[in-house]
């Protein structure tokens, strides 16, 4: 083995366990979180900010892994909040027993996504923006219209007798389990053969296809498992506000902020949209509590502002980015290209006499 191949296995080592030790350090802080503090303003900053990391990692699954950039994620979200709310209406359940409803929600989200992806999978690219954007406004109209939704008044959640002082703290678990776990599909995903043929679509799609690719199977898989992970965990969301209405569960801009959180942690990347959520959602929180952020729609615009900025100068996000800067820190001073080493002895040149061959 060569000097720097046993320089970069030294080098990787140490950062290997690096990586390990802070998982676990941060699976120990989101564990304990609600332990640290009782108070209620802030056990919602972290049951709201697990929702959406939650979202934007189903949102990354099929989205940053096939280049097919979706505005309808909000479709899936406000579906499952609306199937919870109408399955315990019509059901009469109350209590923690409606939680036992949230696989049935993930199956309303798998069963819109079929033929909603069915539709708009068929177009690339920015086509395919247009046409979720399209859906999304049809199921915020029906959401409006129809009377099993409630029309303009929405829905109540059901009642929930837990006590005040903790009311937040079981939906902060709910959450977590959530996050945790489409974080980890999202890994398994990213390491399997499916999400091989994933990134070879966003790559080339005719190219795979031509390698044997199932595109439009693969991609509507992809597109399935985003939707039921957004329609659960919408419906966790539903029952933590209490309530949901045609313009809250079918909100444009969650769509807009879960491309924001994508792109802002690094977009394509596992844990990049966990970051930008982290960012993003407690961000959104603090301004709108900020007298000069809360009214005009200001705290959007500065929203707005930050997503042209990551865009224009950081379109890889800072995960990606920091990971570059990193990489060219540790090569500072170090050869680009690695000299080649003999196995042998090496051969002396002939030499020649000043006088020539005779």
């Known amino acids: 083995m060569s000097k720097e191949s046993r320089l970069d296995n030294g080098l990787a080592r140490p950062e290997k366990a690096l990586k390990g030790g802070g998982l676990l350090v941060l699976a120990v802080v989101a564990v304990l979180f609600p332990q640290f503090t009782s108070d209620p303003a802030v056990t ?152 091989l043929q994933l990134r070879a679509i966003r790559d080339d799609e005719d190219r795979a296809r031509g390698l044997g690719v199932k595109t439009m199977r693969v991609k509507l898989a992809a597109f399935t498992m985003s939707g039921a992970i957004t329609a659960m965990i919408g419906a966790v969301w539903f029952f933590y506000l209490n309530q949901v209405e045609p313009q809250t569960g079918f909100d444009p801009i969650f769509d807009l902020t879960l491309v924001l959180m994508a792109f802002l942690g690094g977009y394509g990347s596992i844990s990049g949209p966990v970051l930008g959520a982290l960012i993003i959602e407690p961000l959104t929180l603090w301004l709108n509590t900020q007298p000069a952020f809360n009214g005009g729609g200001l ?60």
């Open 44 to 195: 919602n900053y972290g049951v709201l900010a697990l929702i959406y990391i939650t979202a934007a990692t189903a949102w990354n699954i099929f989205s940053g892994n096939t280049g097919y950039i979706s505005l309808g994620q909000a479709v899936f979200f406000g579906s499952g909040a609306y199937a919870m709310g109408i399955a315990a209406r019509d059901w009469h359940l109350n209590g923690d027993i409606v939680f036992a409803l949230l696989p049935l929600c993930g199956a309303v989200g798998a069963l819109i996504a079929v033929p909603f992806g069915l539709i708009a999978l068929r177009v690339r690219r920015h086509t395919f923006i247009v046409i979720t954007i399209a859906m999304f406004f049809i199921f915020q109209l029906m959401a409006f219209n129809f009377s099993f939704t409630g029309g303009s008044s929405g829905l109540q959640s059901p009642f929930l007798n837990w006590p005040a002082a903790t009311y937040n703290t079981p939906f902060y678990y709910i959450g977590l389990a959530y996050a945790a776990g489409s974080i980890v599909i999202a890994w398994l995903v990213r390491r399997s053969r499916f999400g």
């Open 299 to 358: 705290s959007q615009i500065l929203l707005g502002a930050v997503f042209l900025i990551v865009v224009l100068f950081m379109p890889r996000g800072i995960i990606p980015t920091g990971g570059e800067i990193i990489t060219k820190l540790r090569m500072r001073g170090r050869p680009a290209v690695i000299p080649t080493t003999t196995m042998g002895p090496v051969a002396s040149a002939p030499t020649i006499s000043s006088g020539g061959a005779r």
